[in-house]
T-cell receptor
Framework: NAGVMQNPRHLVRRRGQEARLRCSPM?????VYWYRQLPEEGLKFMVYLQKENIIDESGMPKERFSAEFPKEGPSILRIQQVVRGDSAAYFC??????????????FGPGTRLTVL | RKEVEQDPGPFNVPEGATVAFNCTYS??????FFWYRQDCRKEPKLLMSVYSSGNEDGRFTAQLNRASQYISLLIRDSKLSDSATYLC?????????????WGLGTSLAVNP
């Protein structure tokens, strides 16, 4: 059973460009979470999605950031008009159900975004 | 007060030492508790869930004190490979049970 897959692993963009980060959850997992980790900082929740639905986007910046999890295909985190402050590691996690003692989240290897 | 608080460390211990990490959480309605470890520049990995009665997995013991809203992780006979950041994670509680709240982590360095 393949784990959570993210691509690309490393992404370099110039200021003003768009960044698209992809996440394929573990097989059988329908809940996807995106987190951002700035250098030397903790993990910050961004958004929680189920297939075709955004459940909780309370951690998403109000502008330039969007996320989707279509019926078919991976979840996408999209950052428009990137700025240097967007440089970070973006982790995706998945779970088969909402979090509980029995079912927690499993993480992908992350995408490291560098904005020049 | 932060929702999940941890001592950032770093904890520097010799191999074979016993080390304990503490974590406090603010939401008394939280029901699920976890410890994750994160190696430098890697993704967090689940270390263990924390159950009300306390639980042990090899050299690792987790305890939960609901009355004090306090979680601990004990590592016995530390190995060099235990060097990592340990993240305390709590679910968002009643009405927000789907969200996990993450501590900033406690850094551990095990020295030869």
């Amino acid at each position: 059973n393949a784990g959570v897959m993210q691509n690309p692993r490393h992404l370099v963009r110039r200021r003003g460009q768009e960044a698209r980060l992809r996440c394929s959850p573990m097989k059988g997992h329908s809940h996807v979470y995106w987190y951002r980790q700035l250098p030397e900082e903790g993990l910050k929740f961004m958004v929680y999605l189920q297939k075709e639905n955004i459940i909780d986007e309370s951690g998403m910046p109000k502008e330039r950031f969007s996320a989707e999890f279509p019926k078919e295909g991976p979840s996408i985190l999209r950052i428009q008009q990137v700025v240097r402050g967007d440089s970070a590691a973006y982790f995706c996690a998945s779970s088969p159900t909402p979090p509980s003692s029995l079912h927690t989240q499993y993480f992908g290897p992350g995408t490291r975004l560098t904005v020049l | 007060r932060k929702e999940v608080e941890q001592d950032p460390g770093p904890f520097n211990v010799p191999e074979g030492a016993t080390v304990a990490f503490n974590c406090t959480y603010s939401n008394s309605a939280s029901q699920s508790f976890f410890w994750y470890r994160q190696d430098c520049r890697k993704e967090p990995k689940l270390l263990m869930s924390v159950y009300s009665s306390g639980n042990e997995d090899g050299r690792f013991t987790a305890q939960l004190n609901r009355a004090s809203q306090y979680i601990s992780l004990l590592i016995r006979d530390s190995k060099l490979s235990d060097s990592a950041t340990y993240l305390c994670v709590v679910n968002g509680g009643a009405g927000n049970n789907r969200k996990l709240i993450w501590g900033l982590g406690t850094s551990l360095a095990v020295n030869p």
